[in-house]
């Protein structure tokens, strides 16, 4: 019988990875409404004299949003690419509508009122602008390294949602928009210095808005000075009060003493520390389990999608629950400046509840679209190979990761240490780029100017291989390379390999290089193969000018006799 079950079941195969995710979120959804009951009992009981009131209403919208959740579960998820953008325009539209006729409360007009209950329409633009990347990069996807596709488009889509957020005020959604944006943007694969150059702009004005917003300002100075600003601070001291009162195992359920009015917001932004108090750090790592158990799920649908618009969706939908937690527990640990961030599936919102719900549906229907193509067994790389390539060469610069472990076999090969001159003027590109390299194997020798460059080569070298990442202008060190090759100043085998982005360079390099010509900028596996090649094809294991430059426990001819057998 046992048998028989295993073979039926295993949580990281296709259906087993649907069961986890969907049992996860209803773990949370539950548990959310047995901490809602201990947290709201004494704001309950002073409103409306049930202390169960905010729990059941939080229980009506957990059975609304586990309905819209089944029927959003049953619905293809493809039919949500055909309406990204009339669901983007709806969302915008509401967003406007909140500014012009919304229910003000604690200062912010956050809710359109529908009868006796009230929903946000923040909570809506999430998943439609998560729904309106995933529709636009999957429609343009060997355009997206441009940055007309890639960044400008993009970002002229999203900022409208984000500045009429702003404008509500709601600083944490607006943040987490911004944030979930980016994350998309990288894992699809747009170029890293746009990102950053994005990323820098953004907090700049992000930091502008901050100064000119008194009341913000006033919650970062009393994230970095509490004892200075104790009143405003109270929110933070408060709730790390909590966590240490309730230590490892809690002081019990029911028992804890910050839901009664000491801790502000305890049953919405701050019912994680309720779940400190009360459950102690095995409590709080229950809920991270959970959460992390939500984000493997989420990753390993995303993979398996059938198509590039379902992999983003199923990502962006992952990313969007698991930040938005990641987030709340960073600013009730006091990690983060205070800002009102529901912890989804726990905080009491019917609006938060039911997109977060619909939103599992709609993974879970990928879920199911996956999983006839998806392999039985789900196998750990999985999830490394779910990372874009621009972030797999990323990792790779710090010796991490398969690209790596590729350059190491290769170079090992050789039976020997190759010596590599790197050319390169930045400090910072050539500092990380002579680490990955010796990671790599290589024995890395660093040369940043056109004088520097033609001493190191008569000092120093000869060299197995010089790696240029400079441009071709009047006395740059390319120029000096192609200037030496042809004075014979530079042994002719020697490989030569340039590294640029620029198209005219790329023609340059493949004239003056010895093999391969060019190579992306961090495909250090790329070089070890392109070396290893070099050394077979040409036969350098006889040449006494690579053998001159060989360990002296290595010239005996063993080199040649690994590489012939690989």
Not at 200 to 228: Q, S
Not at 445 to 463: H, Q, R
Request: charged share 15%.
């Amino acid at each position: 019988m046992t048998g028989r079950l295993k073979n039926r079941f295993h949580p990281l195969d296709p259906v087993g990875t649907t069961r986890v995710l969907i049992a996860s979120a209803l773990a949370m959804v539950a548990a959310g409404l047995i901490m809602l009951g201990s947290a709201s009992s004494v704001r309950a009981a002073k409103i409306s004299g049930d202390n169960l009131y905010f729990v059941k209403r939080q229980a009506v919208w957990a059975m609304a949003g586990l309905a819209v959740g089944a029927i959003a579960a049953m619905i293809p998820y493809r039919k949500w690419r055909a309406a990204a953008i009339p669901l983007a325009v709806v969302s915008a539209v509401l967003l406007i509508l909140v500014l012009v006729a919304g229910r003000r409360a604690g200062g912010s007009v956050r809710w359109i009122n529908v009868g006796p209950a009230g929903f946000q329409p923040s909570e809506i633009a999430k998943f439609a602008v998560v729904n309106m990347l995933a529709f636009w990069i999957s429609t343009v996807p060997h355009r997206f390294r441009k940055f007309r596709e890639g960044i400008l488009l993009p970002g002229a889509a999203v900022a409208p949602f984000v500045l009429l957020i702003l404008l509500e005020p709601d600083f944490g959604t607006a943040v987490l928009i911004a944030l979930l944006s980016g994350l998309m943007l990288f894992v699809a694969a747009s170029k890293r210095r746009w990102l950053i150059l994005g990323a820098m702009a953004g907090f700049l004005i992000l930091l502008v808005y901050l100064k000119h917003d008194p009341v913000r300002w006033k919650r970062i100075m009393a994230w970095r000075h509490p004892e200075h600003y104790k009143d405003i601070a109270y929110h933070a001291l408060s709730s790390i009060t909590a966590f240490i009162t309730g230590g490892w195992k809690g002081v019990g359920y029911l028992q804890g003493m910050a839901k009664h009015l000491y801790l502000p917001e305890v049953h919405t932004d701050f019912i994680y520390a309720v779940v400190g108090e009360e459950f102690g750090i095995m409590g709080t790592l229950g809920v991270l389990l959970l959460f992390g158990a939500f984000l493997a799920c989420g990753s390993l649908i995303s993979l398996r999608a059938p198509d590039l618009y379902g992999r983003l969706l199923a990502f962006g939908i992952t990313a969007s629950i698991t930040v938005q937690a990641l987030l709340n527990m960073y600013v009730v640990t006091g990690l983060l400046p205070t800002k009102g961030i529901p912890l989804p599936f726990f905080s009491y919102g019917g609006s938060s509840l039911m997109v977060s719900l619909f939103q599992v549906g709609v993974l879970v229907n990928i879920g199911i679209h996956g999983q006839q193509d998806a392999i039985p067994i789900a196998r750990p790389r999985e999830i490394w190979d779910a990372l874009s390539d621009p972030a797999r060469r990323f990792l790779a610069l710090f010796g991490v990761g398969r690209n790596a472990s590729l350059a190491r076999e290769n170079i090992a090969k050789l039976g020997f240490q190759p010596r590599l001159l790197l050319v390169e003027r930045n400090p910072f590109s050539a500092m990380i780029h002579a680490w990955s390299l010796a990671s790599a194997g290589f024995e890395v020798i660093k040369s940043s100017d056109s004088a520097m460059l033609e001493n190191t080569i008569s000092g120093k070298g000869p060299f197995h291989v010089i790696l240029s990442a400079t441009r071709f202008r009047s006395g740059c060190p390319a120029e000096t390379i192609r200037r030496l090759l042809l004075h014979d100043s530079i042994p002719q085998d020697t490989l030569i390999i340039g590294m640029s982005t620029n198209p005219r360079d790329r023609r340059l390099w493949a004239g003056v290089a010895h093999s391969g010509g060019f190579l992306d900028m961090d495909d250090i596996h790329n070089l070890g193969s392109v070396v290893m090649s070099h050394y077979v094809n040409f036969r350098l294991d006889a040449n006494p000018l690579w053998r001159s430059r060989m360990p002296e426990s290595d010239s005996g001819g063993c080199a040649a006799t690994d590489v012939s057998a690989s």
